[in-house]
């Protein structure tokens, strides 16, 4: 199945990657109605896919990806892109509780389907665009050391991913990070570190 038909059976206006328990990452808007917008997204494109849900359970997902039930895949696909963007931004996205051992498998093994399935419907004719994709990857976790985080992170900036961040129960609005902008509690950790 061809990713366009991933969006007439899977596209929605919810702006969320929910995960079990409640767990959820968010794109908030960048406006807010009361300073006047009408459109608190004006400018912006944002498509949520939940790859991984278990109330889907003809998994249109999936299916629409031609992703198999026993594949290796993330929880969660984010397309996002400004109007005056050249570049557009694919975020996976996986959530985890404690256990984060398969994060940057699970997420590498969905950005190579992807990739391939995106090959395959545009062939040649999109070999520009390609080189437009800013590739992104999120993980939200409630615990985890220190060591492995940073693992996953190496791990997947070494295989392409050009930016990476990890969110929490305190901290779960992927916005900030999808346009591009420093997270202050990010500047606030690596500032911390070097301490």
């Not at 767990?23 to 790859?51: H, M, Q, T």
Request: hydrophobic share 30%; with cysteine.
């Amino acid at each position: 199945m061809s990713f366009s038909r991933l969006l007439l059976v899977a596209a929605n206006s919810k702006k969320q990657i929910r995960g079990v328990k409640g767990d959820r990452i968010v794109v908030n808007p960048r406006r807010s109605l009361a300073d006047g917008s009408r459109d608190p997204y004006e400018g912006e494109v944002v498509l949520c896919f939940e790859i991984d849900d278990p109330r889907d359970k003809e998994k249109k997902v999936c299916r629409g990806l031609g992703i198999q039930e026993n594949d290796k895949k993330c929880d969660g696909i984010i397309f996002y892109s400004q109007d005056d963007w050249e570049h557009r931004v694919i975020c996976l996205v996986e959530m985890k509780s404690t256990q984060i051992k398969t994060v940057a498998e699970q997420i590498i093994s969905t950005r190579n389907h992807i990739k391939e399935l995106l090959r395959e419907e545009c062939g040649d004719h999109c070999s520009k665009q390609f080189q437009h994709i800013e590739w992104k990857a999120c993980f939200y976790y409630h615990e985890a050391s220190h060591d492995e985080v940073v693992s996953i992170q190496r791990q997947l900036r070494s295989s392409g991913f050009t930016s990476v961040t990890l969110f929490t129960t305190n901290d779960f609005d992927a916005g900030p990070f999808l346009r591009g902008e420093e997270n202050t509690r990010e500047l606030a950790r690596r500032n911390r570190r070097k301490r």
